[in-house]
């Protein structure tokens, strides 16, 4: 596509639902990123997918975030039980390269506008 | 932790040239200095980047020192659109570095 596609924009749910946040990244693209943005933060990054497989999950808060990428495109970031302190802008970014840009500008990020959790 | 320190809030006056920095003393042999803007409600966009050269595009020019400690970042004539939050970044390409972002510099263009 022509740019980094995320769905819903808002989703409203109450404490302790499921939720799942679809990120399509643009075509090509094979490193794809999560973060998540509380008011007046900076992104905090949660995860990254280089292809398939999670090259980094250092970022997620607990083992109620979950996210997959199995066919290293679109992307679902999964939370359990939510709380109200998941509340946040979640971001997702997709870059068409993580490891080989030598300036190139392979690396640099694009992002979608984002979706916004609020738990209730 | 993000590996940079920026100011927190600045002003600059529509037309005049705004002058963003960033510290990043810690910065290493094979990290590059990005820089991403986000204006309100929408995902951070990026502006520039570089690894030792002074790089200029058509949305800003990037000013890093000698010893790669600190950069600025230039909006040449600064428009009211332009008010948004900027984060600088260092990140490497080596694998399994990530982007990580601090609180970064609040800049608001006054008319």
């Known amino acids: 596509g022509a740019g980094v596609s995320q769905t819903p924009s808002n989703k409203v749910t109450e404490k302790g639902k499921y939720v799942e946040l679809r990120c399509d990244p643009i075509?090509?693209?094979?490193?794809l990123y999560w973060y998540r943005q509380s008011l007046g933060q900076g992104p905090e990054f949660l995860i990254y997918?280089?292809?398939?497989?999670?090259?980094?999950d250092s970022g997620l808060p607990n083992d109620r975030f979950f996210a997959v990428r199995p066919e290293g495109s679109v992307s679902t970031l999964k939370i359990q039980r939510t709380e109200r302190g998941d509340s946040a802008v979640y971001l997702c970014?997709?870059?068409?390269?993580?490891?080989?840009?030598?300036?190139?500008?392979?690396?640099?990020?694009?992002f979608g506008a984002g979706s916004r959790l609020t738990v209730l | 932790d993000a590996k940079t320190t920026q100011p927190p809030s600045m002003d600059c006056a529509e037309g005049r040239a705004a002058n963003l920095p960033c510290n990043h003393s810690t910065i290493s042999g094979n990290e590059y200095v990005y820089w991403y803007r986000q204006i309100h409600s929408q995902g951070p966009q990026y502006i520039i980047h570089?690894?030792?050269n002074n790089e200029t595009n058509e949305m800003a020019s990037l000013i890093i020192t000698e010893d790669r400690k600190s950069s600025t970042l230039i909006l040449p004539h600064a428009t009211l659109r332009d008010t948004a939050v900027y984060y600088c970044?260092?990140?490497?390409?080596?694998?399994?570095?990530?982007?990580?972002f601090g609180p970064g510099t609040r800049l608001s263009v006054l008319p």
């Open positions: 970014a997709s870059s068409f390269s993580a490891t080989r840009d030598r300036g190139s500008g392979a690396n640099v990020l694009t």
């Open positions: 997918f280089q292809g398939t497989g999670a090259a980094d």
């Open positions: 075509s090509g693209h094979t490193a």
């Open positions: 570089g690894l030792k």
């Open positions: 970044i260092v990140r490497g390409f080596l694998y399994g570095q990530n982007f990580v």
